[in-house]
């Protein structure tokens, strides 16, 4: 019996193709629900004020950078939605005086364009000026990181890839998406060997860096939150870092600042990872099998599934 079609893209999979109980028991959730998820291999951190979200954000890029040495060369994969602690890494490690020389960074994702390239930097939406503008280009330049450990995804995956190899990242951050992905991890077309049930999660797990095509929802998210509505602009293909560079990080990081996924999406994706629920529909569920996640909320973008007319 194949599982009910998506109620925005019948042609994809996604959250609204779940059984209806757990969306109701994610609903129901409360911030003191959420805070009692936490077992082991998963943690829910709560945070009171946007400063604090941040400046935690931040420090995690200077704790793992400050692991770093000739012998044993660290990194952090690292999102640009949210883009915020960008800047407060920049000025801790100016503050700090940190060298930067041994530490490495990944970028999670690019879009791609017609050509079939990544797109260049001088696209409005580019992530890697964005990381550079925000970041790179502001640390002092006695203390910044060698061109050759700042990793950016091209079409061409086969370089990024390697960059994994003799490098260990210490942190994969992330941000969620209304579609429930990290990176641009989304849920596949609903088609094919796929067109009754989604990959399992053992499959979907096997998918390394590698171009995506965009799920509608993350290009109207997209949209929203970094061109001013503007859909057209939005590429509809992305390179993105995959499960298996996921799974090489020791620790995924995930900050929910309640910009970026809605009062449903910041709790259904916490209940499924905290009860072992794992389902590729819903990309993000599937940390529910790796042995160190975090979860991170701003108490005040949690926002409440209440129906309010407006």
């Not at 042609?11 to 936490?38: F, G, K, V």
């Not at 990959?199 to 001013?228: C, D, F, M, W």
Request: net charge negative.
């Amino acid at each position: 019996m194949p599982r009910k079609f998506s109620s925005v893209a019948p042609d994809w999979w996604d959250y609204t193709t779940l059984e209806e109980d757990l969306i109701r028991d994610a609903a129901a959730l409360t911030p003191h629900d959420l805070e009692q998820l936490s077992r082991p291999g998963f943690r829910v951190v709560m945070y009171d004020t946007l400063e604090d979200f941040y400046l935690a954000e931040a420090l995690e890029y200077i704790h793992a950078w400050g692991q770093a040495t000739a012998d044993n060369p660290v990194g952090i994969c690292g999102p640009i939605g949210p883009t915020e602690q960008l800047p407060l890494v920049a000025r801790l490690v100016n503050e700090l005086g940190q060298a930067l020389q041994h530490a490495h960074f990944w970028g999670m994702d690019e879009w791609i364009g017609a050509d079939g390239r990544a797109v260049p930097t001088d696209h409005p939406l580019s992530f890697e000026r964005a990381d550079r503008e925000l970041c790179f280009d502001r640390i002092a330049p006695g203390q910044a990181m060698p061109e050759e450990n700042l990793h950016f995804p091209t079409a061409d995956t086969g370089a990024f890839r390697a960059s994994w190899d003799g490098v260990r990242c210490a942190v994969m951050q992330g941000g969620q998406g209304d579609i429930k992905h990290w990176a641009f991890n989304d849920p596949l077309r609903r088609e094919g060997a796929h067109a009754d049930a989604p990959p399992s999660p053992e499959e979907y797990r096997k998918l390394a860096t590698r171009i995506v095509e965009l799920h509608p929802i993350t290009l109207a998210q997209n949209a929203r939150t970094s061109g001013g509505g503007n859909i057209t602009m939005v590429p509809p293909r992305a390179v993105t870092v995959g499960p298996v560079e996921t799974w090489q990080a020791e620790k995924v990081s995930i900050w929910h600042a309640g910009t970026h996924d809605n009062p449903l999406g910041q709790r259904l994706t916490a209940l499924m990872i905290s009860k072992g629920v794992t389902d590729s529909a819903v990309p993000m569920s599937l940390l529910a099998d790796h042995p160190n996640v975090q979860f991170n909320y701003y108490r005040g973008g949690l926002g409440t599934c209440a129906v309010e007319m407006h």
